[in-house]
């Protein structure tokens, strides 16, 4: 049987996804700056022929305000992954800015005047104004939802399961988040979350000193890959990396040796214990079965793996 895929790789390969998108919403901004501006510049040169009501040109000048206008919705459409929120106030800025910048070049070449482009420049800046408003906004809601602001206040980052969530009709509720720290130690801590953490994989930032605090959590959303099938490979990432007592993992068994929490007993059934709750404490020697299993599926790294066997066989 084909072993399972390492989540680790996985999850890297869905992050270099990610930065390509990003990068082909810079390249499609690129261009749809340099075709509005192209637009806005050249408007005066433009000669349009016009025969029964209907106007046409030969002049590529003339198809580039709506050439540029496409490639700034395909921009954004790439970028809505990563920008989210700010994705709006983004495009507004962007669309804006370069006619801004033609006609401005325009007066400056002596193709028009001033008093020619006044409406449309002061109609475009207000637009401009607006759009730096709703980017501003937006990206401050991004930092959060990204974790980056955590990451600066010297919080530590790892993926993390919700489970357990409260009822409710608002965009946070209540719910327990496990998570391992840096030292393969497992927390489950209740806490409020947001609600798109119960739809895709959700990322933990704790204090590392405090790794329990549920007032120094914080539980935040990255943006999910754009396929289904890139969408179903990254949970089954996650669940391989955090697993749970009621996955039904390779191996048959929940957390496994080496994922435990101090503050759990042995073989008491919540996350973070050591042994299966129902079939009673582990052999040594089922144990390490099980640990090999989960290795060979891909569910534990080597490095987790090592320290799992040390502690088994610390006894």
């Given at each position: 049987m084909t072993p399972a895929p390492d989540p680790?790789?996985?999850?890297?390969?869905?992050?270099?996804?990610?930065?390509?998108?990003?990068?082909a919403a810079v390249a499609l901004g690129v261009v749809a700056w340099w075709l509005l501006r192209l637009?806005?510049?050249?408007?005066?040169?433009?000669?349009?022929?016009?025969?029964?009501?209907?106007?046409?040109?030969?002049?590529?000048?003339?198809?580039?305000?709506?050439?540029?206008?496409l490639a700034l919705v395909a921009a954004a459409a790439s970028a809505a992954p990563v920008t989210r929120r700010a994705t709006p106030g983004l495009a507004v800025v962007l669309g804006s800015g370069?006619?801004?910048?033609?006609?401005?070049?325009?007066v400056t070449d002596g193709l028009t005047t001033d008093q020619?482009?006044?409406?449309q420049v002061l109609i475009a800046a207000l637009v401009l104004a607006l759009g730096v408003v709703a980017a501003l906004w937006?990206?401050?809601?991004?930092?959060?939802?990204?974790?980056?602001?955590?990451?600066?206040?010297?919080?530590?980052?790892?993926?993390a399961r919700v489970v357990e969530y409260e009822s409710g009709t608002g965009p946070v509720v209540g719910a327990t988040v496990h998570f391992d720290d840096a030292r393969g130690v497992r927390h489950a801590v209740r806490t409020r979350v947001p609600r798109e953490a119960f739809r895709h994989p959700s990322r933990a930032y704790y204090d590392p000193e405090r790794p329990d605090d549920a007032q120094r959590l914080v539980v935040v959303v990255p943006s999910p890959p754009l396929t289904a099938g890139g969408?179903?490979?990254?949970?089954r990432a996650v669940r391989a990396l955090v697993p749970l007592p009621q996955d039904d993992l390779p191996g048959g068994g929940p957390a496994g040796p080496?994922?435990?929490?101090?503050a759990r007993a042995p073989g008491d059934g919540r996350p973070g214990t050591g042994a299966p709750s129902a079939a009673g404490p582990e052999t040594v020697v089922e144990a390490l079965e099980r640990l090999q299993a989960l290795r060979a599926s891909g569910a534990l790294s080597e490095e987790e793996f090592a320290a799992a066997k040390a502690r088994v066989l610390a006894g």
């Open positions: 680790t790789s996985v999850l890297s390969r869905s992050a270099a996804r990610t930065a390509g998108t990003a990068l637009g806005a510049h050249d408007a005066t040169l433009v000669r349009w022929e016009c025969f029964a009501g209907t106007c046409a040109t030969d002049d590529f000048a003339g198809a580039a305000p709506v050439l540029g206008g370069a006619l801004l910048a033609g006609w401005s070049a325009a020619a482009v006044r409406r937006g990206g401050v809601r991004v930092l959060r939802g990204t974790g980056l602001l955590a990451r600066l206040g010297g919080r530590r980052g790892t993926w969408r179903q490979a990254h949970e080496g994922r435990s929490g101090s």
